[in-house]
C-alpha cells in the first residue's frame, strides 16, 4: 500500500475536514492523484482529481463549491479541504495515483491506492 489519507473524523454537518494524501518513499509528482469515496451499499466514486501540474481540477458535482484540492509536491502530499460537509458525504475516503499525469474523468485509471480514511458526518 503506497500511499496513505489520513485526516478523516467526525464532524457535524456544516463542518470541515481536510484529508492528506501521502507516499512513503513513492514519489506523487508526475501523476495525476484522484480522491474516491465509498459508503456502504454504494460503489466507490471519483470525488475529484487533480492533474500532476494542477492543471487539470475536476470536481464531481456533489462536491462543488465545498471541496478542495491542492497538492504540495516538496511534501509529496495532496490534500483534500472539505467544508460544509453534508451527511450524504459519509463514507470511507481514498486516495490513488493515476496511470497518467493528466487528469481524464472522475473514473480516471486507478493505479495505486491508499488504505482508506472514515469521514462520518453527522446531522
Known amino acids: 500500500v503506497p500511499l496513505v489519507e489520513s485526516g478523516g473524523g467526525l464532524v457535524q454537518a456544516g463542518g470541515s475536514l481536510t484529508l492528506s494524501c501521502t507516499a512513503p518513499g513513492f514519489t506523487l509528482d508526475y501523476y495525476a492523484i484522484g480522491w474516491f469515496r465509498q459508503a456502504p451499499g454504494y460503489e466507490r466514486e471519483g470525488v475529484v482529481c487533480i492533474s500532476s501540474g494542477e492543471g487539470i481540477i475536476l470536481y464531481a458535482d456533489s462536491v462543488k463549491g465545498r471541496f478542495t484540492v491542492s497538492r504540495d509536491n516538496n511534501k509529496n502530499t495532496v490534500y483534500l479541504k472539505m467544508n460544509n460537509l453534508r451527511p450524504e458525504d459519509t463514507a470511507v475516503y481514498y486516495c490513488?495515483?493515476?496511470?497518467?499525469?493528466?487528469?481524464?474523468?472522475?473514473?480516471?485509471?486507478?493505479?495505486?491506492w491508499g488504505q482508506g480514511t472514515q469521514v462520518t458526518v453527522s446531522s
Open positions: 490513488a495515483t493515476d496511470t497518467l499525469s493528466n487528469c481524464r474523468s472522475l473514473r480516471g485509471s486507478p493505479e495505486h
